[in-house]
């Protein structure tokens, strides 16, 4: 026996055994509450990658001028074609601390406004970073920008895009 029209929106289903089920309209609440929760998910996981990302290319990046360092640039929807002198110019790394703050947050400030289906851009336009990147420098190894990729990877592996209760 089913019967509908219960006051709490709920379906009892004795034939099947299954007990209370959720009305269609209720079910179809549910639904779409998942999906946003999965959308908003996604986009807050999104976030979470770029922010890795870009965390552990600048923190990898060889310092000496601070210059390579405030080059990784994040921009939405197309990459940056700039190229900017460091956030606070000094030498011999003296400045490490200050750039690299200011490289992760102008990326924070950029990637907090992304909204799903959005490109997200983390770029670094100087003509010797591939240099550095091969290992140019005694500070930082070869292929730091991969191993930075690698990093922001292990957030996707380890990242969850909906918690909680379906029926919320």
């Known amino acids: 026996m089913t019967s509908f029209g219960s006051s709490s929106g709920l379906i009892r289903n004795t034939l099947s055994g299954a007990g209370i089920v959720p009305s269609l309209s209720e079910f179809s609440r549910r639904i779409a509450l998942r ?19 870009d965390q552990a290319v600048v923190t990898g990046t060889p310092v000496d001028t ?9 921009q939405i929807g197309s990459a940056p074609d700039t190229v900017i002198d460091a956030y606070v110019p000094g030498s011999l790394g003296d400045t490490e601390a200050a750039n690299t703050q200011a490289a992760l947050d102008q990326a924070e400030a950029v990637i907090k406004n992304y909204k799903g289906g959005q490109e997200i851009h983390i770029t670094n336009n100087l003509p010797y970073i591939q240099r550095l990147n091969d290992g140019w420098s005694d500070q930082a190894p070869a292929n730091f920008v991969e191993q930075a990729v690698m990093e922001a990877l292990q957030v996707v592996y380890f990242g969850r895009i909906v918690d909680g209760d379906p029926g919320g």
Do not use: F, M, P
Not at 35 to 49: C, H, P, Y
Not at 66 to 74: D, E, Y
């Open 35 to 53: 999906g946003q929760k999965v959308a908003e998910g996604a986009d807050a996981l999104t976030r979470r990658v770029a922010l890795a990302a």
């Open 66 to 74: 601070g210059r390579a360092r405030s080059n990784w640039i994040a």
